[in-house]
């Protein structure tokens, strides 16, 4: 599957990275999902029904945690069904936008401002790090970092070695042209 596409335009140029997506495992992670609320529903009952206070305690602990895991679980399942990264140039301007059906925060940087557009490296050093964020399960991590006002920014969700390359290539020209 082709994850990224590139769109040229007179004014601006558009980025589109599209989530890793593998229908098997999104099969498991809406049973998961669907089982997991099943679980806290049952739980919240039983709080709203228990007679005895040290079962509405555990109860009210247990759906601390509960509702956590569920709230995480869902936004990776969102995203992996509906999501996209746009990383936008126009205007001497690089806005990037996370998008979860069709919705998202765009934030923006001034192109002349972005320094050291690399990618991140550091993860395939650690081998741990490395399996924790190439897990389906997690969002992943950024793949091409830059620094921008002395902090560190980055984009591209869980992208291989060989597409992070192509995006890197493409901006580090549009800088360049920008420069010009």
Same mark, same amino acid.
């Given at each position: 599957?082709?994850?990224?596409?590139?769109?040229?335009?007179?004014?601006?140029?558009?980025?589109?990275?599209?989530?890793?997506?593998?229908?098997?495992?999104?099969?498991?992670?809406?049973?998961?999902?669907?089982?997991?609320?099943?679980?806290?529903?049952?739980?919240?009952?039983?709080?709203?029904?228990?007679?005895?206070?040290?079962?509405?305690?555990?109860?009210?602990?247990?759906?601390?945690?509960?509702?956590?895991?569920?709230?995480?679980?869902?936004?990776?399942?969102?995203?992996?069904?509906?999501?996209?990264?746009?990383?936008?140039?126009?205007?001497?301007?690089?806005?990037?936008?996370?998008?979860?059906?069709?919705?998202?925060?765009?934030?923006?940087?001034?192109?002349?401002?972005?320094?050291?557009?690399?990618? #991140?490296?550091?993860?395939?050093?650690n081998m741990f790090?490395?399996m924790l964020f190439?897990?389906?399960?997690?969002?992943?991590?950024?793949?091409?970092?830059?620094?921008?006002?002395?902090?560190?920014?980055?984009?591209g969700l869980q992208?291989?070695?060989? #597409?992070?390359?192509?995006?890197?290539?493409?901006?580090?020209?549009?800088?360049?042209?920008?420069?010009?």
């Open positions: 599957m082709q994850r990224i596409s590139l769109q040229k335009n007179k004014e601006f140029q558009t980025i589109e990275i599209l989530p890793l997506s593998q229908p098997p495992k999104n099969l498991i992670m809406q049973v998961w999902l669907t089982l997991w609320s099943a679980c806290g529903a049952m739980v919240l009952y039983q709080l709203f029904t228990a007679n005895d206070s040290n079962t509405k305690i555990i109860c009210i602990i247990y759906m601390g945690f509960w509702s956590y895991f569920e709230f995480l679980i869902l936004r990776i399942y969102r995203w992996r069904k509906t999501g996209k990264e746009e990383v936008e140039i126009h205007n001497n301007k690089l806005v990037i936008t996370r998008l979860t059906k069709g919705r998202g925060l765009p934030v923006t940087f001034d192109f002349n401002g972005i320094s050291n557009l690399r990618i #991140d490296t550091t993860q395939k050093q790090g490395r190439d897990e389906y399960w997690t969002p992943g991590n950024e793949c091409i970092l830059f620094e921008y006002n002395k902090k560190q920014h980055g984009f992208l291989n070695e060989d #597409d992070a390359k192509q995006v890197n290539r493409y901006l580090d020209a549009m800088k360049r042209k920008i420069k010009q």
